[in-house]
């Protein structure tokens, strides 16, 4: 389904007369309000291929049907979000839940749509059909070489389909751990975890980067052999200077301070990018934003001021991806609720004042200091939001727009109810 220009042109004018008073009364708040505009509507959050269907849990799948098929069906749903919000310029594959084939023509796909391949993942934690060697007990760490080789040569076959596409990330995560004590060398599965990884990073083109993302459990219930945030950090350390720690917010343990772990990271160079998503209990993959904003954005106040004073770009410099699962809502809904939300909490971080909250600090003044971060917190901006979509040519209000334009009912019929997402 395509989404005409006089569409969005005809909802912008409709709502327009409200957002300009909006905007005029948050800009009689908020001087910062122009400066920020240009570096909202440069941050672009890539969207996962495999979040584009209804996801599931192992007690079921309820399909919203209407889901993509192809490859192409799924740059098609990125770039009516991306027509919607302009803020969702790139898409990232997942292989071989994804299968690249035609690669001029899904490049020359994406290009219409204004996309661009974000980084590209490996998928060693299932087995697929065929598969010479099972991942049962790891796979980058597994005690068989042959299993540790065949998991390495999928991660460099995942590279070269993502040079064909224009990726410039490889993006990696292992389930490989153990589920019972004394299952596992815990010192030989890092070793042979660390040698396969060295394999990978050679196989890297020079202007790639390697984001290793870390899970403190699940699927394995005792040990998990990248766990946290410095296991992460021991290895991209070891690897070379283009690897990085890549911070899936769900994938910590309960409570963690997980935007003291941001500015380390960020600190030491050390920093990939983000899977942003949200979670109450575990890695719930729910809509980020949804359970804690706060903490979103106090990720933010801590990416602002690090990337500042690194004299980084903050839409270039890091990796923006969400990497959530909908079990309940329409994947599409929810997917620009989160851009939303992230780029929400940017706004905010963005006009805290900065050199009032570094006198507080350098004065002790924790009521000072509390009180200048929540300022920003609950300073509404979404008119900011809206001026830079409709700067952008996106729509004021993408998520009631794809609800006046039916815009399931059009996928349904196109593509019919049958459930075909893959992945988790
Ligand atoms: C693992 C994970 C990882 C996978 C994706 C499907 O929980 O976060 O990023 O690639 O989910
Ligand atoms: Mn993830
Ligand atoms: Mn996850």
């Known amino acids: 389904m395509l989404l005409h220009r006089t569409s969005i042109e005809d909802h912008n004018a409709a709502l327009l007369a409200a957002h300009q008073r909006r905007l005029q009364y948050l800009r009689s708040e908020v001087p910062q309000v122009d400066d920020v505009l240009p570096l909202l509507t440069d941050l672009q959050i890539a969207i996962p291929s495999w979040a584009l269907g209804t996801g599931g849990t192992r007690f079921g799948r309820f399909s919203g049907g209407g889901e993509p098929r192809s490859i192409a069906e799924k740059i098609e749903d990125v770039g009516l979000l991306h027509a919607l919000n302009q803020s969702s310029g790139s898409i990232s594959l997942h292989i071989p839940w994804d299968v690249p084939e035609n690669h001029a023509s899904i490049r020359s796909l994406a290009a219409q749509h204004g996309l661009r391949f974000d980084a590209v993942n ?4 299932q087995d697929q059909p ?8 790891g796979s980058l760490q597994h005690v068989d070489k042959a299993v540790r080789k065949q998991a390495i040569e999928h991660n460099i076959e995942v590279i070269r389909q993502g040079v064909e596409l224009g990726s410039k990330a490889l993006s990696v995560w292992l389930s490989d751990g153990s589920c019972f004590p004394g299952q596992l060398n815990f010192r030989k599965a890092f070793q042979n975890t660390l040698e396969s990884l060295q394999e990978i990073y050679a196989a890297l083109p020079a202007d790639w980067k390697l984001w290793l993302e870390y899970k403190a459990f699940e699927p394995n219930f005792y040990s998990t052999t990248v766990a946290d945030w410095g296991q992460s950090y021991l ?8 690897a990085f720690t890549l911070v899936d917010l769900g994938h910590h343990l309960p409570n963690a301070n997980i935007e003291q772990i941001v500015s380390l990271l960020l600190m030491e160079g050390r920093l990939g990018g983000f899977h942003f998503n949200d979670s109450k209990y575990g890695d719930d993959d729910l809509t980020t934003g949804s359970i804690r904003p706060y903490q979103l954005f106090l990720i933010f106040n801590e990416l602002v001021e690090g990337m500042d004073a690194r004299h980084m770009n903050h839409a270039q410099d890091l990796g923006w991806m969400i990497d959530a699962s909908h079990n309940v809502k329409d994947p599409l809904e929810d997917l620009l609720q989160s851009v939303e939300a992230i780029k929400l909490a940017y706004a905010q971080a963005l006009i805290v004042d ?23 917190f609950r300073t509404d901006l979404r008119p900011l939001l809206a001026e830079s979509r409709l700067r952008a040519g996106a729509a004021l209000a993408p998520l009631q727009l794809f609800r006046e334009l039916n815009v399931r009912q059009s996928l349904i019929k196109e593509r019919g109810t049958t459930a075909v997402a893959t992945g988790l």
Request: aromatic share 10%; proline share 2%; charged share 20%.
């Open 235 to 242: 290895y991209v350390s070891k690897l070379g200077p283009k």
């Open 354 to 376: 900065r050199k009032a909250l570094a006198a507080a600090q350098a004065n002790n003044d924790v009521v000072r200091a509390q009180e200048i971060l929540q300022a920003a």
């Open 122 to 125: 490996s998928n060693t934690f």
């Open 130 to 137: 065929g598969q010479q060697h099972s991942y049962k007990f």
